[in-house]
């Protein structure tokens, strides 16, 4: 078995540089999650680093297959200073862990729940997961082992995670666009949804 985060932090290193703080964070029954922060101008940008460790499972799946399945990590940007948005990092912990607690397969498209705050004062306790590619390439690994994928995390506000529900991913973002919303607001407010 190949150790794949290694390779996974170079990736995160050489597409958003030198990370200035790393925090760790286990939980009863699962692997180590780390959560690295990178800033970039007044970008803030955290990234978890310990969720590729194992390929996310179908959870109909009878027996996990521990080396065919889909890896990610998930990447979350916020404008620094304007919020405590380091209190984060259990949250993205606690989502990173969520493959291996719930056996939920992370995919472009899906919302993750924190059921709290992102961070103290945050209007949103969930996100939206967007497309990869753009911040950080995908990480191609040998055969058989599915590539990793970086998954950009957009805060949501429980209105707009509700009108997601109803109204789909793709529907939400052409609101955001259509509305040029700051995804990277840390205090921005819900997107008008009538």
């Known amino acids: 078995m190949v150790d ?44 978890t680093l310990g969720m590729s460790a194992q390929p996310m499972a179908d959870p109909t799946a009878v027996l996990a297959d521990p080396v065919k399945g889909p890896r990610a990590e998930l990447v979350l940007s916020v404008r620094g200073g304007l919020a ?43 996100v939206l997961v967007a497309e990869p590619g753009g911040l950080v390439e995908d990480l191609e690994l040998d055969e058989p082992l599915d590539p990793v994928r970086f998954l950009p995390l957009l805060p949501m506000t429980p209105n707009e995670a509700a009108w997601k529900r109803v109204h789909g991913a793709q529907a939400l973002q052409e609101r955001w666009l259509t509305n040029g919303t700051d995804l990277r607001d840390p205090s921005r407010r819900s997107v008008p949804l009538d």
């Open 4 to 47: 794949v985060l290694p390779l996974v932090e170079a990736r995160l290193r050489t597409a958003l540089g030198e990370p200035d703080a790393r925090a760790a964070v286990t939980f009863l029954g699962t692997d180590r999650i780390e959560v690295l922060r990178f800033h970039e101008g007044d970008i803030v940008r955290y990234a």
């Open 84 to 126: 405590d948005t380091d209190k984060v990092l259990r949250p993205l912990a606690v989502l990173a862990a969520s493959p291996q607690v719930e056996g939920v397969v992370v995919a472009p498209g899906a919302s993750l729940e924190v059921g709290e705050p992102l961070w103290p004062g945050a209007p949103f306790t969930s």
